[in-house]
C-alpha cells in the first residue's frame, strides 16, 4: 500500500496503525453477507494521505477526482454563504465515506472539507470508484442507501430549523456529534467544537449556543471546558428533542 506521508512524524505516528482498522471499517461498510471481493478492490492499491489538523481536503467550487474514505480522525463539511462567509454542515467519522455525491453527478463540489484532526483518509480513484460501481450491485445499492440517508437528515435538519426551539435544536446537534464522537466502552461522550460552528449547525448566534449550553450545565446534562463538550447525560438530552 502506497503512503504519503504528513511532516510532522510525531503528530501522526498513530495514524500509521490504521491500515488494519481500515480493512474492519470498510468491511463493515457492507452487509453481512456482502461480496468480499468489492471489499478487496476497494482495499487494493489505495493511496492513504495524512492531514493535520485544519488542512484542507478539497474546496468547495473544485471539480472531484477522487472518493474518500476517513480511516481516523474526522472531517468538517462547510458550505459558503453567498457574502463568502463558511458554515458547518456536518461532520464525516472514521468509518464513513465523502464527497461521492459531486463525483457520481460529475459537479463541482457544493461543499468544504477539512480534517478536524489529525486524519488519516484513503483516497480511491475515481475511475477505479465507477469501475466497481458499474460492475458490483452491493456496491452500487449500498451508495445509493448512503445517498437517500443523506438526503432525510437534511430534511430532518431542515424541518428543526423551521420548526424547533434553540434549546430543542442543540440539544438535536449534541446527540448528533455524540453519534460522531462517542467511544464503545467509554461512559461519557467527549465533543471538540467551536461555538460558532456548533452555532452554525443550529442556526443561530454564537451567544445563543453558549447561554444554551450554559443551561444544560446546570441541569448537569453537559460538563464543558473550552472547546470539549462533554455529555453527562444523552437520555436527558433525547428527552428535550422528543
Do not use: C
Not at 62 to 76: A, C, R, S
Not at 181 to 190: D, F, P, R, S, V
Request: charge should be positive; glycine fraction near 4%.
Amino acid at each position: 500500500m502506497k503512503k504519503i506521508q504528513a511532516i510532522h512524524h510525531n503528530e501522526d505516528h498513530s495514524l500509521k496503525e490504521n491500515e488494519q482498522s481500515s480493512k474492519i471499517e470498510i468491511a463493515s461498510f457492507f452487509d453481512e453477507n456482502g461480496d468480499q471481493t468489492a471489499i478487496n478492490e476497494l482495499l487494493e492499491n489505495k493511496t492513504t494521505k495524512t492531514y493535520l489538523k485544519k488542512a484542507v481536503i478539497f474546496l468547495e467550487g473544485t471539480m472531484p477526482n477522487e472518493l474518500y474514505f476517513i480511516n481516523k480522525g474526522k472531517v468538517k463539511i462547510t458550505k459558503a454563504n453567498d457574502s463568502g462567509k463558511e458554515y458547518m454542515m456536518t461532520i464525516r467519522k472514521s468509518g464513513d465515506f465523502f464527497g461521492y455525491l459531486a463525483l457520481m453527478k460529475n459537479e463541482k463540489y457544493p461543499i468544504s472539507a477539512y480534517a478536524l484532526e489529525p486524519t488519516s483518509i484513503s483516497i480511491i480513484p475515481k475511475a477505479d470508484f465507477f469501475s466497481l460501481l458499474h460492475t458490483n450491485r452491493i456496491v452500487a445499492n449500498r451508495f445509493i442507501k448512503m445517498l437517500t440517508e443523506n438526503i432525510v437528515e437534511k430534511e430532518e435538519q431542515l424541518l428543526s430549523l423551521a420548526y424547533n426551539s434553540v434549546r430543542k435544536r442543540v440539544a438535536e446537534a449534541l446527540v448528533r456529534l455524540h453519534k460522531k464522537y462517542k467511544i464503545e466502552g467509554k461512559l461519557h461522550t467527549e465533543i471538540v467544537i467551536l461555538r460558532e460552528d456548533l452555532a452554525n449547525m443550529v442556526g443561530t448566534a454564537k451567544e445563543t449556543v453558549i447561554r444554551t449550553l450554559s443551561d444544560f450545565k446546570e441541569e448537569k446534562l453537559v460538563k464543558i471546558k473550552g472547546s470539549r463538550i462533554t455529555i453527562l447525560n444523552l437520555h436527558g438530552l433525547e428527552h428535550i428533542i422528543a
